[in-house]
């Protein structure tokens, strides 16, 4: 028993000793580097969900935004040559503006210009606000004369393939991550 107290006696000595030295000491790190596995992204939904093969998107997701140029400009390309075969400025606006796929945030302009395609528009410089309806305005881009008037599918937002009929958030929160129950 008296050994027990003394090796009790003795630990709490150095415990004690140690919290009241004033030597930090910095956490050791590893020498090994750490690799992660990137699943998904999705900055502008439609790069993904509307011009990429269904059996792309695995290769999408893992890859980073420098890649995106190579790996698809030909394949959005011919995405909407299918529906536009002579709207070759409308291939080459879209390609350019969406790839990479990746949002533009400059925090140094006023938010309320910002719109998602807006800087193919030249109306405001990028990005999106949660109100935007991107689905919608994606498609109008491809289907009507909004970016290419030389052949337009149907007129903006009027017929079928300029909406998916589902509208934007229309109710958002004061904290993150501000969308409102879905519709």
């Not at 750490?34 to 695995?58: C, I, M, T």
């Not at 140029?69 to 075969?85: D, E, I, L, N, W």
């Not at 606000?129 to 305005?137: A, F, I, Q, R």
């Not at 007129?155 to 004061?174: I, R």
């Amino acid at each position: 028993m008296r050994f027990n107290s003394q090796l009790a006696l003795v630990a709490a000595t150095v415990i004690a000793a140690a919290a009241c030295g004033d030597k930090v000491t910095a956490p050791t790190v590893s020498a090994t580097p750490r690799a992660y596995d990137q699943v998904q992204r999705l900055g502008n939904p439609l790069v993904s969900e509307v011009f990429l093969l269904k059996k792309d998107h695995p290769y999408h997701g893992s890859i980073g935004p420098a890649a995106d140029v190579a790996a698809f400009t030909s394949p959005m390309k011919a995405f909407v040559a299918q529906f536009r075969p002579n709207a070759t400025t409308l291939q080459n606006t879209l390609t350019a503006v969406l790839l990479p796929d990746m949002l533009v945030i400059q925090t140094d302009k006023d938010p309320t210009t910002a719109g998602w395609l807006s800087w193919a528009l030249s109306n405001g410089w990028g990005g999106r606000k949660l109100s935007d309806d991107v689905v919608d305005t994606g498609l109008t881009a491809i289907f009507s004369s909004l970016l290419d008037p030389t052949q337009a599918v149907c007129a903006p937002s009027t017929l079928p393939l300029c909406t998916d009929n589902v509208g934007s958030h229309a109710t958002f929160a004061a904290t993150f991550p501000y969308l409102g129950a879905p519709k």
